[in-house]
Each structure stands twice: as C-alpha cells, then as structure tokens.
C-alpha cells in the first residue's frame, strides 16, 4: 500500500477549526485525500485559514451523507477509538502496528475518525474492518481530534513513504463487493435452514471484516462465491 492509497475520514466533524488542521496535517505527512461523512456546517474561510497552505486538501475533500458511502470503495476500514466493550470490536491495533501492517498489503485503506466530542458511535464502529487506538495516560485519555490525525498520518509517513509499487501486486475486494460476497453467503446458508435463531446480522460482520482483513482478491472472491451457489443448487436438489 502507498500513501496516496490511505484516505482520512472524518464521521460527522463540527469543528472548522480542526478539520483546517488536519488538512495541513495530510499535505504535511505526505497524504492527499480527505473524505468528510454526514459533516455538520463547517466554516469554510476558518479551515482555510487554518490549513496554511495546504487549502487544496479542503478544496478537493469528497464528502458523503453517510460513513458506509464515504468507504465503499475501500478494501479495509480502519476505526480510531480508545473506548472498548463488548460491541466495539474484538481487534485493535496502535498507530504503528496499523502503520506496519498496511505497508505490506495493497488495496486502500480508510481511517476513521469520529466527532470530536462524542467518537465513533457503536453503529459507526460497526462499519469499520477492526479498531485502532493511541495508548494514552490515564491521567488524560481523551486526544484532540486533529492531534489524533497527526498520530496516525506521521505513522503511515514512516511505514509507507518509501513503499515502490510492485508489478503485478493483487487487489483486494473493495467493502461493496466483500458485502455482495457476504449477502451471497448468508443468503445461501439462510435458505439451508442454518438460521433458526436470530444471528445473521452479527455473522455477516463478522465474515464481512474477516474477509476484509484476508484481502481477498477478486478471483478469490468468484471462487468462494462459486462454492456458496454449487451449495445452494444441492439444497434445492435435496429439497425437491
């Protein structure tokens, strides 16, 4: 992966201030792409001014009405949280081992930050391949959200700014067609009779950031997906 491949997302920011922060923050470590989801009305000439001279980040930002839109065409998704629990994902990596292991996967990668006061939501979360988190002291665990943007992107510099492209390098699913995959799946299994009880919905998280986090390749994908259906013409065999 390279840096222009990681975009930075910010889910529903209210503050120009740090969104014009974190532009300069981007050109800065050498990355290109801002995305804002569901964003709150921004004062446009405060991030200007707070850019410093790296207004062509907020100028080109793309921005969404919703987190699952703004990282559909991503392969994995990445959410930055220091909150934990039982419904806030099982995986979480720091800065730098995040860092470290995209500089040896291809595909984009979208890093997600929440609103400055209140994070990620548990349901934002839910969109999101695993968690990330800076280790902080106690004393004050709560970061600024530009100062949180600065963690990671001086990370990734470090990891990916040397990166050379490789002929020939895969290219993982993107979340759209790892969902499709993950319908397919589930469908298939729901007309065997495997879901008797209420739990599709949390499987489908589950094998939708499993095989985000695999990297399938498209390939790869067809040939999974090609065993789901050949299980879904037995069952129709077996039933008639």
Not at 53 to 63: H, M, Y
Not at 139 to 154: D, E, G, K, R, T
Not at 157 to 177: H, I, R, S
Request: hydrophobic share 40%.
């Amino acid at each position: 992966m390279f840096l222009q491949d990681v975009k930075i997302v910010l889910c529903r920011a209210s503050g120009a201030a740090n969104v014009g922060a974190i532009c300069r923050v981007i050109k800065n470590m050498g990355l290109s792409e801002l995305r804002l989801a569901a964003p709150q009305p921004l004062d446009t000439e405060k991030i200007t001014t707070m850019a410093v001279n790296s207004a062509d980040i907020w100028k080109k930002a793309c921005f969404f009405d919703s987190l699952a839109e703004s990282v559909a065409d991503c392969s994995i998704v990445v959410g930055t949280t220091r909150r934990r629990g039982h419904d806030r994902k099982s995986v979480s990596m720091s800065p730098r081992a995040l860092s470290e292991w995209l500089a040896q996967r291809p595909g984009q990668a979208a890093i997600v930050f929440g609103n400055e006061r209140t994070g990620l939501e548990a349901e934002e979360l839910d969109v999101c391949n695993f968690a990330s988190h800076i280790p902080v002291s106690d004393a004050q665990p709560s970061l600024n959200l530009s100062h949180a943007v600065q963690i990671y992107a001086y990370e990734l510099f470090l990891a990916l700014e040397k990166q050379n492209p490789v002929k020939g390098d895969w290219q993982p699913m993107n979340q759209t067609e790892v969902l499709a995959l993950v319908k397919l799946i589930t469908g298939t299994l729901a007309d065997l009779g495997f879901y008797c009880k209420p739990g599709r919905e949390g499987q489908e998280l589950f094998l939708r950031d499993v095989i985000s986090r695999a990297g399938l390749a498209d390939r790869e994908g067809a040939y999974l997906k090609n065993i789901f259906v050949k299980a879904a013409r037995l069952g129709s065999m077996r039933k008639s």
